[in-house]
């Protein structure tokens, strides 16, 4: 098994990839949305062990971009010096691209800048597009503007949904606890739609449903007016492990799980299959637990 040491504020484990994951995102061209932090950084730093061709990584944050990109090139001369490591022919070559996904001309320049560095690639294209960047409320319907939920849907859902249809391998990233909501609901349903109407084209579409995982995702979450929420729940606190939340998501996509949960609690997963088996009482537990919420 080849293993990467990689280490952040965020998280002290190592990345370990087994080398048949990594043998399916060698040689790739990859676009990695909200790589700058949070699960887009243990991402990153998990592909870059892979070896692809190219890695793009794109985020708000330039300069955290470019430290991400210091830190794969650095992760990626390890493995490749690494004894039980595959050995590459080429070095890895990593780009940064800034872009902000609430802004539909900043992705747009995204599509073609990513298109533009992809042509060196072996097949001249973006070879797996990963939609990992996206934000979360922290309101009510009634409390939210819709202006609020416009920029939500912009950045977790119309964002994905633009792109040139100029790859092989698509994964979008959901959010457990929110199996239930309307953005979500959206992304997996059009990603049903997706596989299927794409299944004989040779493109493959995954969607990603992690639970609570350790990073800055409340922190960066915004309120019904617009403003940031600014606090660490403490369920993300005591989240799962970014590094490993990252690997099993790598190895699932290779392995071919099209729709799958991950670091989700029991709660979690009982819920999905109540959600099938029993909804109508699931939709009752859910509404004591909102009217539980709004009395506190």
Not at 125 to 133: A, H, M, Q, S, V
Not at 147 to 160: A, C, I, K, T, Y
Request: proline share 3%; charged share 20%; aromatic share 8%.
């Amino acid at each position: 098994m080849g293993a990467t040491s990689s280490k952040n504020a965020q998280d002290t484990h190592e990345i370990h990839l087994p080398n048949a994951t990594q043998e399916q995102y060698q040689n790739k061209a990859i676009l990695l949305t909200g790589a700058s932090r949070g699960l887009g950084w243990s991402l990153a730093h998990a592909l870059a062990s892979c070896h692809p061709s190219l890695l793009i990584l794109s985020g708000r944050d330039k300069e955290a971009l470019e430290s991400v990109k210091a830190e794969c090139l650095q992760i990626a001369t390890h493995t490749q010096t690494t004894q039980d490591a595959p050995q590459y022919d080429e070095r890895i070559r990593v780009e940064c691209l800034q872009c902000d996904l609430s802004d539909k001309s900043s992705v747009e320049n995204l599509a073609t800048s990513s298109l533009q560095l992809a042509k060196s690639s072996p097949l001249a294209t973006i070879d797996i597009l990963i939609n990992n960047g996206g934000i979360s409320s922290r309101s009510s319907f009634l409390e939210t503007r819709l202006e609020v939920d416009e920029r939500l849907m912009q950045v977790n859902f119309l964002s994905g949904a633009g792109w040139p249809r100029l790859w092989f391998r698509v994964w979008w990233r959901s959010a457990g606890v929110g199996l239930f909501g309307l953005v979500q609901f959206r992304a997996r349903g059009y990603c049903e739609a997706l596989r299927a109407e794409l299944a004989s084209s040779n493109v493959s579409v995954h969607v990603v449903s992690p639970g609570y995982i350790r990073t800055n995702l409340s922190m960066s979450a915004v309120m019904g007016d617009g403003k940031a929420y600014s606090k660490m729940d403490e369920t993300t606190a005591n989240g799962a492990d970014p590094n490993r939340v990252a690997c099993e998501i790598l190895t699932s996509v290779a392995n071919n799980k099209s729709d799958f949960v991950v670091a989700a609690t029991f709660s979690a997963r009982a819920a999905l299959w109540l959600k099938f088996l029993a909804p109508r009482f699931l939709e009752g537990q859910l509404m004591k637990r909102f009217e539980k919420g709004r009395l506190e």
